[in-house]
Each structure stands twice: as C-alpha cells, then as structure tokens.
C-alpha cells in the first residue's frame, strides 16, 4: 500500500512540475509533506534523505556569486574579448561563447547567461545584428561548461554528492569530451550563422570604441571577490585529500566573502534562490520516500536482468535515455531519481562507476536539446523577449536537437572507448 501511494505522489507531482501549471517548488513540497502526513516516512527519516552537501553547495555559491556579479567583471571580459577579435562578429560569437563555457564550470549556468546576455544585445545593437545566432550558442556553450565540474550544473553536484566524487574527478573525466563536443559544435554553428553575421567596417570601428575599464564598477570588492573565489577553487580542487566536504569549501569560502566585502548580507540573501533550494529539499523526500519503500530496487532489479549486468548496454542505455529525457523534463528531479537507481545496481554486483559519467553527460548535454531542456535556456528566452526578439521553440528545436544528438554520440563513443568495454 505505501509503495502505491509513494508512486502515485511522485507521478502526480512530475506531472505538476513538466505541466508547469503549479510552481514546481509548491508541487514538490506539497508532495513530500503528504509523504510524512501519511507516515510513509517519519520526520527523521525524510532529513536523512535530504543531501545537505547538495543544497551547501548551491547556497554557498549562490553568496558568491551574488557579490561577484557587483564587480561588474562580467561585462569587463564581454567587451574587452569583443574588441580582442576587432569586432568580427563570428569571432565574437566564438568568444562570448567561450567566457560563457568557462564561467559556467567556474559558477553556474543560469547566472552566467543573466550576466552574459545583456552584454551580448548591447554588442549585437551596435553591429544591427539579430542576437538570436548569438544567443544560440551562448545557451549551448552555458550547458556545455556546466557539464564539465561538479559545481556547473545542479545534476553534477548531486551526483558528486552520491558517489564522493569530487572537482578533479570531474574535470578530469569530463573535461576531454567536453571540449571536443565544443570544438565539433562551433565547427557546425559556422556553417549554420556565418552568412547571418555580415557587417560593415563601420560597425566594427564601434565596438572598438567601447570602454571595458568603465564596466568595472568596484575594484577593491572585485580583488577582494577573485581572492576568495580562487580559494573556493582550489578548496575544490583538494577537498578529497584534505577530507572537507564541498559544501563546506562553499559555504566557507561564502562566509569569507561576506566578511571581507562589506556587502549588506540582508540583500545578498535575498539573492538566494531559495525556491530552488525548497524544490531540492522536496525532492529529495520524494525520492527517498520511493527508496524506502523499494521500488528503486524493484527498478534496478529490472534493468539488470534486462540488460544482463552487462555494462556496455547499461551505460548506452542511461546515457541516451538521459539526454532525450532531460531534452523535455527539468533534468534535476529525473537525476534525483537515477542516483538511488545506479547505487541500487551497485548491489546487484554492476561496476557503476562508469554510469555517473553517462547520467552526467547525458542529463547536461540533453539541456540543448530544447528550449525547455535547461534553466538557461527558459531566461535567455525570456531575455531576448524583453528585448524585442523571439526565440522560438521551433527555432531553437532546429538547432538546439541537431546538436545535442550529435554531443551525445560523441558521448556515446567517449564512454565506450574509456569506460564501458
């Protein structure tokens, strides 16, 4: 009776969420407080199942990154690579698109593109440019560098929180076929926008003429940040060896911040995307309520007799199952149901570790797939409204699903040669 009505919660709130009819943070907590309203789980039992490493991370970032982006650095490096490459709006693409990947590993995707975008319409403006062929890269890219860290994307950290993998181990699986994907997606996106970008000399004097220096709105607050956001770093770098948890080197590197900055901390946190962080905790319950009952056994029991424990399948399998999935669903309630299903398989005698890897690049990359596969592709949709432009579902669909599919046989590839055989 309570694997029943655990299911049926469960289904009823994705099919909120995917509806998008009822927030999505409302949704899930509403359905993790039936879970204890009907005792399928008891109040203690829901915490244990919350992974407050997860949320630590995403908060103690979300401090940082709230006092960064008052630097004004962001748009430092938008204007100092656009006159770099003198104006050449391919190039600029190409540019933008890079600092995007970066920063999206270095913090995270949504909060990159809200500081990117706004760049990109006032060089797109000056060039009479549609920003659109630029926009399309900068989501991908976006999704791109987040799938290379542990911290770039949400499904990442869970997943690094899951299975006590750390920085490193991210960057250095991840990371080859992150770039390789980045290089064989710009090769493509050439062909596809570069008779869309032809200007004239004049246009190109102008941006030229843009001063990155007076983006700089706080020097001493922007030493004071790039100090301590390479702490953060190397914190994430060596947290395995010195044996902190990330959501520790987080929240530590956050506090120091705060203290060094001045800033008002009543208005850094209310920067904090809480509703994500209530979304997270909700979510967990839920899923945890279907661990306890059994039927993320039951799951797992079925997939490894249908594939045989064989890893090969098993790997294919997740990865492209993963990336058409998150394409269409938001990719963190569909991760946060994997975690316990690839542990699961792991006591019935499967080598999982290759599977982290599959889920990862396939719930990142599958982000690309659609205009509704990622968080940053909604707001840079919601951007390029505002300023007058359409971006489409049927016109991201015609470049965005090409190119995921053709990220994820790469993937596919990766994972064979160096993981699955």
Known sequence: MQMIASLTIFVIVMALVMSEKVNRTIAALVGASLILVLKIMTFSEALNYIDFNTLGVLVGMMIIVGIVK????????????????????WKIILSLSAITAVISGILDNVTTVLLIVPM????????????????????????????????????????????????????????????????????????????????????????????????????????????????????????????????????????????LSGENVDEVFLNIEWPTLFFFGGLFVLVGSLEKVGVINELATVIVHATKNNLLLTGIIIVWFSALASSMLDNIPFVATLIPLIKAMGTHGMHIMPLWWAVSLGACLGGNG??????????????????????????????????MIVSIILSTIYLIVFYLI
């Open 370 to 403: 659609t205009l509704i596969g990622a968080s940053a592709n909604v707001i840079v949709a919601g951007l390029a409204e505002k300023h007058g432009y359409k971006l489409t579902f049927s016109r991201y669909l015609k470049y965005g699903f090409p190119l």
């Open 120 to 259: 990109t319409f006032v060089i797109t403006d000056t060039l009479e440019l549609d920003p659109i062929p630029f926009l399309i890269p900068e989501i991908i890219s976006s999704n791109l560098g987040g799938t290379a860290t542990l911290i770039g994307d949400p499904p990442n950290i869970m997943i690094g929180s899951a299975a006590g993998l750390g920085f490193v181990n991210f960057i250095a699986n991840l990371g080859p076929i992150v770039v390789i994907i980045f290089a064989v997606t710009f090769f493509i996106l050439y062909f596809l926008f570069h008779k869309q970008l032809v200007i004239s000399e004049e246009k190109k004097q102008e941006i030229l003429h843009f001063n990155e220096k007076k983006s700089i709105k706080n020097s001493s607050l922007l030493k004071k940040s790039l100090f301590v956001l390479g702490l953060v770093i190397l914190g994430f770098f060596f947290h395995e060896q010195l044996g902190y948890p990330s959501a520790l080197v987080a929240l530590s590197g956050a506090a120091l911040l705060l203290l």
């Open 70 to 89: 008052n630097t004004g650095i962001f748009e430092y490096l938008a204007i100092f690579a656009s006159k770099k490459v003198k104006g050449d709006p």
